[in-house]
């Protein structure tokens, strides 16, 4: 698990609102969602091990999700094209945004400095925001281990 980062937003501040286009081309807003809770998840890139068993969590936790009222969304920087492949490769039943130009990463502080094999990059780091009915964040996760992920959000909505 990496080391949480330092995060501008925290529990009770209002979500940055955002529209991005869907997996499936569809354009979303925060704004769509008001009055639902939302989870909104951030992972550095699709297909790769810890983003899949993070996706996959999120994906067989779905209709638990959904009892619950809760739209589930995850965000990266990749292509609209790469979002379409992962969702059908692990059929995610919720929509992946895509943030290539990374407006929404920057918004919610969780694009920056990364490290791996003793190698700095600018990246994404896996964080996610429960956004309440009242579009103020509710809870943070600042490190998330991908395999008990799911859990964890569901327990708290």
């Known amino acids: 698990m990496a080391k949480p980062i330092e995060l ?16 499936n081309g569809t354009k979303l807003s925060l704004a769509d969602l008001k009055g639902k809770p939302v989870v909104l998840y951030f992972y550095p890139r699709d297909d790769t091990p810890g983003c899949t ?33 992962f969702a059908v490769k692990y059929h995610l039943p919720f929509e992946l ?35 309440g009915p009242d579009g103020k964040i509710k809870q943070v996760w600042p490190a998330v281990k991908p395999d008990q992920h799911a859990a964890e959000v569901l327990s708290a909505i």
Do not use: N
Not at 15 to 23: S, V
Not at 57 to 85: C, P, Q, W, Y
């Open 53 to 85: 068993k993070e996706a996959c969590g999120f994906r067989d936790a779905f209709s638990a999700f959904k009892e619950k009222g809760a739209t589930i969304l995850g965000v990266s920087t990749d292509t609209l094209k790469s979002h379409g492949k």
């Open 97 to 131: 945004l895509v943030d290539e130009d990374k407006s929404i990463v920057q918004a919610y502080g969780v694009w920056g400095e990364k490290r791996f094999m003793g190698r700095k990059y600018q990246g994404t780091h896996r964080v996610t925001f429960l956004i």
């Open 8 to 23: 501008a937003l925290k529990a009770g501040d209002k979500a940055p609102g955002f529209t991005a286009l869907t997996h």
